[in-house]
């Protein structure tokens, strides 16, 4: 058996926790090591489940039959040692011994800078606007948006980061074929194509196990250089990943809200132990040491065409949205959406109602 391939079969491997299945690795000296050791050993010296979930799978050719599966899917799997393992990976105490992957894995190739942008599933109005504002702009600034795909924040942070032309990392508690949860299927489907890469310990067909989450938090903080918390409980899977963060030696970011709010205790509390209050994109580009005005020309390159093409309008001198309108062909409805946009991202200004110059 090839590294590439023991590897794999050890991702196989799904119904043990990372951590049982590297501690009994360990045991027998690593992946090829517990990959030589006879069944009568194994079945002797582990439980039965563990016996039956290291023995299931291991079979030359049915490793090979799932890689090939895997081809047909158009989806990578990536182990340490890999050309696109994220570096930052191999600074993390647990780190995975293979990632499956779907969409554009040369992002994986340079992740820095990337900040993961987690929070609440039932998350308010105004929590999702904190999210999408501020994935937004870090994504306008070249900053990779990495979360769970979840319900509220995570899937506003993703869908945010597409929007402004940058790339997003989704990272799965359930096989990478198994978009979870459903409502979120778009996101899935616009990063699978273009918008980034989707990530998984999981292979084809593994359900979201309420075990797999936690383990998958600890990759979502791994891949970053700091977490920014939006809404957060104070019992919240969040302060997971704001912890495994702290134990990564990451950066925690959070929003503050309503000393009233319940949904905000999570994030005042982090505040409160020290963790950076984020109001504005730059209390975290600063802390990063981003320019965001030099940043600015790579920004530009990552607007969308549409967007592109009503920035090219836009010059130092002011112009009328009409005058937009008739040299793009897009309607006013159209062009006032992107300009709104184009604002967002602090790349142009509207001097006086509806006359624009480049910012």
């Given at each position: 058996?090839?590294e590439?391939l ?8 799904s119904?043990?926790?990372?951590t049982?299945k ?21 079945r ?10 290291f023995l ?5 050719g ?6 090939e ?10 182990y340490?040692?890999?050309k696109l ?11 995975p011994?293979?990632?499956?992957a ?5 992002v ?8 993961a942008v987690?929070g ?10 904190a ?17 769970g795909m ?17 790339k997003t ?15 979120n ?5 616009d ?10 310990e ?5 359900r979201?196990?309420?075990f ?37 030696g990451?950066?925690?970011?959070a929003?503050?809200g309503?000393i009233?709010d ?17 109001t504005?994109?730059?209390?975290i580009?600063?802390?990063?040491g981003?320019?965001r ?11 969308a065409?549409?967007?592109k ?8 001198e002011?112009?009328?949205i009409?005058d937009i309108?008739?040299?793009t ?6 062009v ?15 001097l006086?109602?509806n ?5």
């Amino acid at each position: 058996m090839t590294e590439e391939l023991l590897y794999l079969w050890f991702g196989m491997i799904s119904r043990m926790t990372h951590t049982v299945k590297m501690n009994v690795a360990m045991k027998y000296g690593g992946i090829r090591g517990l990959w030589n050791t006879s069944e009568e050993q194994l079945r002797d010296e582990l439980t039965q489940a563990q016996a039956d979930g290291f023995l299931e799978h291991r079979d030359a050719g049915k490793v090979a039959a799932y890689a090939e599966e895997l081809r047909r899917n158009d989806i990578t799997y990536i182990y340490p040692g890999h050309k696109l393992y994220p570096g930052k990976l191999y600074d993390i105490p647990d780190p995975p011994m293979l990632l499956f992957a779907a969409g554009d894995v040369d992002v994986l190739a340079d992740l820095d800078p990337a900040v993961a942008v987690v929070g609440a599933r039932k998350a308010s109005v105004y929590g999702r606007e904190a999210a999408n504002r501020l994935s937004g702009e870090l994504a306008a600034s070249g900053v990779t948006i990495v979360s769970g795909m979840a319900l509220g924040i995570d899937g506003t942070a993703h869908r945010a980061a597409m929007k402004a032309g940058g790339k997003t990392v989704a990272v799965l508690g359930s096989g990478i074929n198994v978009p979870y949860p459903r409502e979120n299927y778009d996101i899935y489907h616009d990063i699978r194509n273009g918008g980034g890469v989707v990530l998984s310990e999981c292979g084809l067909d593994i359900r979201p196990d309420a075990f797999r989450f936690p383990y998958r938090n600890r990759i979502i903080s791994g891949l970053s250089s700091g977490v920014l918390i939006v809404e957060a409980r104070e019992k919240s899977g969040s302060l997971i990943t704001a912890d495994q963060a702290l134990e990564q030696g990451r950066e925690v970011y959070a929003v503050p809200g309503r000393i009233t709010d319940s949904g905000s205790r999570g994030c005042n509390g982090l505040i409160r132990m020290g963790a950076v209050c984020v109001t504005q994109v730059e209390d975290i580009l600063d802390e990063m040491g981003i320019n965001r005005a030099e940043s600015k020309a790579f920004n530009k390159n990552l607007l969308a065409p549409a967007e592109k093409k009503v920035y090219s309008c836009v010059r130092l001198e002011s112009r009328h949205i009409d005058d937009i309108c008739f040299e793009t062909g897009i309607s006013v409805s159209e062009v006032t959406q992107i300009l709104y946009e184009l604002e967002q991202k602090r790349l142009i200004k509207q001097l006086v109602r509806n006359y624009y110059v480049r910012a």
